[in-house]
Protein backbone atom coordinates (compact mmCIF):
# COMPACT_ATOMS: atom_id res chain seq x y z
CA UNK A 1 0.00 0.00 0.00
CA UNK A 2 1.50 3.12 -1.23
CA UNK A 3 1.58 5.98 1.61
CA UNK A 4 3.41 9.27 1.68
CA UNK A 5 3.41 11.67 4.86
CA UNK A 6 4.35 15.44 4.57
CA UNK A 7 5.66 16.79 7.84
CA UNK A 8 7.55 20.28 8.24
CA UNK A 9 5.03 22.49 7.30
CA UNK A 10 3.89 25.58 9.77
CA UNK A 11 4.28 29.38 10.22
CA UNK A 12 6.94 31.34 8.81
CA UNK A 13 7.92 35.08 8.34
CA UNK A 14 8.54 36.49 4.62
CA UNK A 15 12.12 36.08 3.57
CA UNK A 16 12.76 32.78 5.69
CA UNK A 17 13.39 29.07 5.67
CA UNK A 18 11.56 26.00 5.74
CA UNK A 19 12.09 22.47 5.35
CA UNK A 20 9.39 20.00 3.93
CA UNK A 21 9.71 16.58 4.02
CA UNK A 22 8.37 13.18 2.61
CA UNK A 23 8.54 9.62 4.06
CA UNK A 24 6.94 7.05 1.52
CA UNK A 25 6.39 3.66 1.92
CA UNK A 26 4.61 0.45 -0.09
CA UNK A 27 6.76 0.91 -3.33
CA UNK A 28 10.32 0.79 -5.19
CA UNK A 29 11.23 4.79 -4.23
CA UNK A 30 14.16 4.72 -5.91
CA UNK A 31 12.80 4.03 -9.12
CA UNK A 32 10.06 6.80 -9.50
CA UNK A 33 10.09 10.57 -9.76
CA UNK A 34 8.52 12.21 -6.91
CA UNK A 35 6.91 15.40 -6.87
CA UNK A 36 6.03 18.02 -4.85
CA UNK A 37 2.67 20.35 -5.43
CA UNK A 38 0.91 22.87 -3.49
CA UNK A 39 -2.50 24.65 -3.28
CA UNK A 40 -3.80 27.77 -2.17
CA UNK A 41 -6.81 28.18 -0.77
CA UNK A 42 -9.47 28.78 -3.65
CA UNK A 43 -6.75 28.29 -6.30
CA UNK A 44 -6.11 25.07 -8.39
CA UNK A 45 -3.15 22.79 -7.63
CA UNK A 46 0.36 23.70 -8.97
CA UNK A 47 3.30 21.87 -9.96
CA UNK A 48 6.43 23.23 -7.33
CA UNK A 49 9.31 20.93 -8.27
CA UNK A 50 10.33 17.67 -8.89
CA UNK A 51 13.08 15.27 -9.09
CA UNK A 52 14.15 12.34 -11.01
CA UNK A 53 14.31 8.67 -9.38
CA UNK A 54 18.46 8.99 -8.99
CA UNK A 55 17.90 12.68 -8.08
CA UNK A 56 20.33 14.03 -10.69
CA UNK A 57 17.49 15.66 -12.76
CA UNK A 58 14.94 18.41 -11.14
CA UNK A 59 12.93 20.76 -12.52
CA UNK A 60 11.15 23.76 -11.08
CA UNK A 61 7.92 25.64 -11.29
CA UNK A 62 8.38 29.17 -12.48
CA UNK A 63 7.63 31.11 -9.37
CA UNK A 64 9.72 29.10 -6.57
CA UNK A 65 13.22 28.66 -9.50
CA UNK A 66 16.06 29.79 -7.41
CA UNK A 67 14.14 29.96 -4.14
CA UNK A 68 13.24 25.99 -3.73
CA UNK A 69 15.73 23.13 -3.88
CA UNK A 70 14.07 19.42 -4.36
CA UNK A 71 16.57 16.51 -3.05
CA UNK A 72 16.00 12.93 -2.36
CA UNK A 73 17.49 10.40 0.02
CA UNK A 74 17.24 6.98 -1.05
CA UNK A 75 18.59 5.41 1.12
CA UNK A 76 15.42 6.80 4.29
CA UNK A 77 12.69 6.60 1.23
CA UNK A 78 12.47 10.24 1.85
CA UNK A 79 12.16 13.37 -0.63
CA UNK A 80 12.50 16.83 0.46
CA UNK A 81 11.51 20.30 -0.17
CA UNK A 82 14.27 23.13 1.20
CA UNK A 83 12.17 26.67 0.68
CA UNK A 84 13.85 29.91 1.14
CA UNK A 85 13.37 33.34 0.79
CA UNK A 86 10.01 32.67 1.20
CA UNK A 87 6.82 35.02 0.45
CA UNK A 88 3.24 35.31 1.22
CA UNK A 89 2.28 34.12 -2.12
CA UNK A 90 3.81 30.33 -1.04
CA UNK A 91 1.06 30.02 1.58
CA UNK A 92 -0.46 26.89 0.68
CA UNK A 93 -1.03 23.52 1.62
CA UNK A 94 1.83 21.07 0.33
CA UNK A 95 1.39 17.94 -0.81
CA UNK A 96 4.15 14.96 -2.21
CA UNK A 97 2.99 13.09 -5.30
CA UNK A 98 4.09 9.68 -7.11
CA UNK A 99 3.31 8.45 -10.16
CA UNK A 100 2.93 4.78 -10.73
CA UNK A 101 1.76 2.90 -13.33
CA UNK A 102 -0.07 -0.72 -12.27
CA UNK A 103 -1.70 -3.07 -14.38
CA UNK A 104 -1.22 -0.29 -17.55
CA UNK A 105 -3.01 2.02 -15.58
CA UNK A 106 -1.34 5.28 -14.35
CA UNK A 107 -2.26 6.65 -11.43
CA UNK A 108 -1.54 9.13 -8.80
CA UNK A 109 -0.87 8.80 -5.17
CA UNK A 110 -0.57 11.84 -2.59
CA UNK A 111 -0.14 12.49 0.93
CA UNK A 112 -2.36 14.29 3.47
CA UNK A 113 -0.62 17.78 2.87
CA UNK A 114 1.46 20.06 5.14
CA UNK A 115 0.21 23.46 5.59
CA UNK A 116 2.52 26.26 5.34
CA UNK A 117 1.41 29.86 5.31
CA UNK A 118 4.20 32.79 5.03
CA UNK A 119 3.04 35.91 7.18
CA UNK A 120 4.24 38.37 10.18
Known amino acids: QVQLVESGGGLVEPGGSLRLSCVAS????????LRWYRQAAGKERELVAQ????????EYGDSVKGRFAISRDNDENTVFLQMNSVKPEDTAVYYC?????????????WGQGTQVTVSY
Open 97 to 109: NVKIIKKMVLRDY
Open 51 to 58: ISSSGNST
Open 26 to 33: GFSFGRYG
